[in-house]
């Protein structure tokens, strides 16, 4: 027995029985009123006792959505279709205020050009995707109208013209097609020329202005418009910018690359001039 009081398991016995009491005399001190066993056991088994809360309220969670699945399908139906009728609402109004501002620029169009007569308002519904000088098909054609031939045009700019016409859709040739021959001249100095395109200035998003006299004065940031002589386009409306002036290899002439005012190849709605003082009939600026 007295080789015991001196053995290590002795001395071990003693550290943790000064352990408990110091653990067991703090919980006293510092938690209040339950004793210290109680404490103890509580703070021992604090984190299974939550672990299990967690657990119960999870599976009280499951069985309630297993439950009231019915419930909440109806109304998460009801909630997706006040959202869609909500987003219709939103696209209805979009698409109000779109067409209201395609009519207010057509009005514009209209007290600028007196003598303009227009369709009703159309959509691009197709590009054509073979064509490389980005030919389009329009939502309207002779129920609406519209006749072979007809400008088609933006509150920006010239497009192009009607080159197949149905009862109900019109195909659309643009002014960066060789087949669309357009009168054109510069507002600064007046000089005029012949938007006739090539592959490969259409290839550059650019139109391609011809007959030009050497000596004329033409340089590059004129602005350009149809001059009417042709009488396939009006006179007046805009075609674009010119991006660069070069000589023809002839000599005799000039050429000059325009950039288009209205970005032909990716337009959306478009109006078309289905009448116009001096339609059919050809005339000189100034006449």
Sequence with gaps: MKDFFH?????????????????????????????????IIGTVTYPFVTAANGIADGVSGFINKLVNADKYKTEN??????????????MDYESLLKENERLREMLKLKEKHEDFMFSEPCDVVAHN???IYGGFTLNGGKNNGISLNDPIITPVGLVGRVTSIADN?????TIFSPDVNVGV???????????????????KGLCLMSDILKDADIKEGDIIFTSGKSGLFPADIMVGTVTEVYDDPNGLSKHALIKPAEDVKGVTMVSVIT?????GIPFEIGE
């Design 129 to 131: 995707a073979n064509d």
């Design 7 to 39: 053995s290590v398991k002795f001395r071990i016995l003693i550290c943790i029985g000064a352990l408990l009491l110091g653990l067991m005399t703090y919980v006293a001190v510092t938690i209040g009123t339950e004793t210290a066993p109680e404490q």
């Design 169 to 173: 859709y019109a195909r659309v040739t």
């Design 185 to 203: 001249y510069t507002m600064r100095a007046k000089t005029t020329g012949v938007i006739e395109n090539s592959l490969d200035s259409a290839s």
């Design 77 to 90: 139906d009801e909630l997706n279709a006040k959202l869609s009728e909500m987003y219709k609402q939103t």
């Design 275 to 279: 009448d116009f003082s001096g339609k």
